[in-house]
């Protein structure tokens, strides 16, 4: 944990755990008729995202939610979009690809926007450019990266919108494959299908699950760098992480797949005041969302 849980939330698995103990010990018909919905049982933790969904993902049930068809901005959540439609072009990982003077505007390198170190004509594998645009979400890897397609900006943003509908992500549009624009929306609900479909990729798995890179350029060892990974669940002791990505432009998003308790879990927080708010709300959402499933296993 980043902080610690809130009285609220502490008394509420307290709480949570008087009620599964009467259920088993004591299953009167006031226990049953207690709540065991996970939206009532959210209300008992002090939950700080906007908009949040838990869906499963083995049933594409969702479990917990709120707000969760309400367009948000996806700032770097947008990249999992770029990052595939990449892949459905079967790029050779092993290719080289120039950073560009567009790539750094697009990524506002130098201007408040999360770049790695390059410079136009700085050389870097699609690979290294991946694991650039997931680890430290790196706004410049994510341009080079669409614009080593061969696309115009428009066709990916096309292809971009084209494959989150495949996903059944209907209610969610993008513009550029950054993340910087604000016109780029999602909802909660449709960027859980999203992220559940993206770690379905075993490459894609191992790079998420990567605490660090050592990034080399293949023209200029000037821009030889270490890139660290945003995630900080990924060592967390109480939930076993499969993939994340982290977002921010004027408020904080956090999506992850994830075991928990012996469930998987697609996990989408969106509009957080801070970051560590973003991964306390996951792991309090893991929770209730499996204490809802065993509950309901009970009955």
Not at 68 to 74: F, L
Not at 78 to 106: C, N, R, Y
Not at 267 to 291: K, R
Request: hydrophobic share 45%; with cysteine; net charge positive.
């Amino acid at each position: 944990m980043f902080k610690q849980k809130s009285i609220a939330a502490i008394a509420a698995l307290s709480f949570f755990s008087f009620l599964i103990s009467n259920l088993i010990l004591a299953p009167s018909a006031s226990a049953l008729s207690m709540p065991v919905n996970g939206n009532d049982l959210a209300q008992m933790y002090a939950l700080n995202a906007k908009s949040y969904v838990v869906m499963d993902v083995n049933t594409g049930q969702m479990l917990v939610d709120k707000s969760s068809n309400t367009a948000m901005t996806p700032a770097s959540l947008t990249k999992l979009l770029t990052i595939m439609v990449l892949l459905d072009t079967k790029p050779k990982l092993t290719k080289t690809v120039a950073i560009s003077s567009a790539d750094q505007i697009m990524g506002a390198c130098g201007k408040g926007g999360g770049c790695i170190k390059a410079k136009p004509g700085v050389r870097f594998t699609v690979d290294g450019l991946i694991r650039a645009a997931l680890m430290p979400s790196a706004n410049n890897a994510a341009a080079a990266l669409a614009h080593s397609t061969g696309l115009t900006n428009a066709q990916f943003a096309a292809r971009m919108n084209a494959k989150a509908k495949s996903l059944g992500a209907t209610h969610s549009y993008f513009v550029e494959p950054t993340g910087m624009s604000k016109s780029n929306v999602v909802t909660a609900s449709d960027y859980a299908k999203i992220i559940a479909s993206f770690y379905t990729n075993p490459y894609l798995r191992g790079i998420a699950q990567t605490s660090s890179f050592y990034l080399r350029s293949s023209n200029n060892a000037a821009y030889n760098q270490t890139i660290k990974n945003s995630d900080k669940l990924l060592n967390s002791n109480n939930v076993q992480m499969l993939g994340a990505k982290t977002g921010y432009l004027t408020y904080y998003n956090f999506a992850s797949v994830l075991n928990y308790s012996g469930h998987k879990l697609a996990i989408v927080v969106l509009g957080e005041p801070h970051l560590y708010t973003a991964f306390n709300d996951t792991e309090s959402l893991a929770d209730i969302a499996a204490q809802t499933k065993d509950l309901f296993a009970l009955r």
